[in-house]
């Protein structure tokens, strides 16, 4: 008597319990993440009611293919253009975001009696959001046009190339106990060295390579190339060293550049649907209701703390850069959710010996349940702006709107700005 794989009957109960609890949800008129996170609750081994899955390692697979299916879709949304309109937004936002969460974070391990070491990886998880999950929750709610949602995408592109230096210092400082610049050093200049050089090659290489077979291509023939395209970054940015999802995030946006754009978008978008579905379900596995009881109280402080410093950080890094109130704000809320880099960063703490036990678990409950509220805070976004808008003194207004008009009018740089600027691109492109 044939049996079926492991694989095929976990991935079976994975889509039938998430189809009907998506359904209920949305005939609630709820966001379809949220459906997901329950559905994986339900299908995880903490739940006894329902068939669970046998056999989880198969659906990290699953997931990690989702993760890079949905940078892949955001690179095809995000292009360099508009990654380079935000540019120094996201920059300034980043810079505010990650070092203001990092020495909350430490702060707060240290005072709930985390080990030194703990404190210091649990700032970096707490500083970098989820670029997959907000930009899921966009999508779902129809806001990828807003402009808003065009700074918090490059906010979160550029934390996650944070993230990974990030992980480098901290591996350094684990093995070593202390600072290696040298090798920061060494991590930083070889991403921009990679980002540039593939970069330039793509724009260059890919938009030709699909004029050249665009006679010859149908939507499925479109679709293999585009996927292949997408794995074999995803290999080459492994093998130097960078993680899958950055990969798949550069070889989305290069093919944003060209032709075949739109077509690719449309035909990528049930493969990205299924394997984004599977990552989000299997986030909800993750949840253990026995776990978030017993560490009740570390769970709910840190919550209330990436909630609260993402919005005042997120919101004062993108007002500091010169953008309006109203999309400062907006963007501080969309940002409050601890990201999949958190789990990354947790495990590299257990596998070095350096990180308490119990850490692990309690980020991942953090950051299910930010993850469940971040469509709830976008939407809180737009009343807390009337709020303090209604309350703020006018002469702080009149300040904000001179500080943000001031700033408007340093970016329509000059003829001879936009000239240097031409050339410095041109000679750092050849130079790599």
Not at 9 to 24: K, M, N, Q, R
Not at 137 to 165: P, S, Y
Not at 326 to 348: D, M, N, Y
Not at 412 to 424: A, V
Request: a neutral charge; one cysteine or more.
């Amino acid at each position: 008597m044939s049996e079926v794989a492991p694989l095929i009957s976990d991935l079976a109960i994975i889509l039938i319990i998430a189809g009907i609890v998506t359904v209920i949800f949305k005939w609630l008129k709820q966001p379809v993440i949220l459906g997901y996170i329950v559905a994986g609750i339900m299908a995880g081994p903490s739940v006894s009611l329902v068939p669970t899955v046998s056999d989880p390692a198969n659906i990290k697979i699953w997931a990690d293919i989702g993760v890079i299916f949905l940078l892949f879709a955001m690179g095809l949304d995000f292009s360099f253009k508009k990654l380079i309109n935000v540019g120094i937004t996201a920059i300034v936002a980043t810079v505010t975001i990650v070092c203001g969460m990092m020495f909350i974070g430490y702060t707060a391990g240290n005072a709930m009696g985390f080990s030194h070491m703990s404190s210091i990886f649990l700032g970096g998880m707490l500083s970098i959001s989820s670029t997959a999950i907000v930009f899921k929750a966009f999508n779902d709610m129809g806001l990828l046009q807003q402009k808003f949602t065009g700074i918090v995408l490059g906010i979160l592109v550029i934390e996650d190339l944070v993230a990974v230096v990030m992980m480098v210092v901290l591996s350094t400082l684990a093995v070593g106990k202390h600072f290696e610049g040298k090798e920061m050093l060494e991590s930083i200049l070889k991403l921009a060295a990679f980002l540039i050089f593939w970069s330039a090659l793509g724009i260059y290489l890919i938009p030709t390579l699909l004029k050249k077979i665009r006679r010859f291509t149908s939507n499925e023939i479109l679709l293999i190339t585009s996927l292949g395209l997408c794995l074999g970054m995803v290999m080459i940015a492994t093998k130097a060293g960078f993680s899958a999802a950055l990969g798949a995030f550069i070889m989305g946006s290069l093919l944003a550049e060209t032709v075949e754009a739109e077509k690719i978008v449309h035909i990528v978008q049930p493969v990205k649907d299924l394997f984004a579905s599977i990552f989000f379900v299997s986030v909800g596995m993750m949840i253990d209701p026995a776990m978030m009881w017993e560490y009740a109280v570390p769970i709910l402080i840190l919550t209330l703390l990436v909630l609260s410093g993402q919005v005042l950080f997120g919101s004062f890094g993108v007002l500091l850069s010169g953008q309006p109130l109203k999309i400062a704000i907006q963007s501080g809320f969309s940002l409050t959710q601890v990201g999949e880099f958190a789990f990354i960063i947790a495990s590299l703490g257990v596998s070095l010996n350096v990180t308490d036990k119990y850490l692990y678990p309690v980020i991942v409950a953090v950051s299910v349940i930010t993850t469940f509220l971040t469509p709830y805070m976008i939407r809180l976004s737009e009343p807390a702006y009337r709020f303090i808008d209604i309350h703020m003194p006018e002469s702080l207004k009149d300040y904000l709107v001179h500080y943000t008009s001031g700033a408007m009018t340093v970016k329509h740089q000059g003829t001879w700005h936009k000239l240097i600027r031409s050339m410095l691109v041109s000679v750092t492109l050849y130079l790599v």
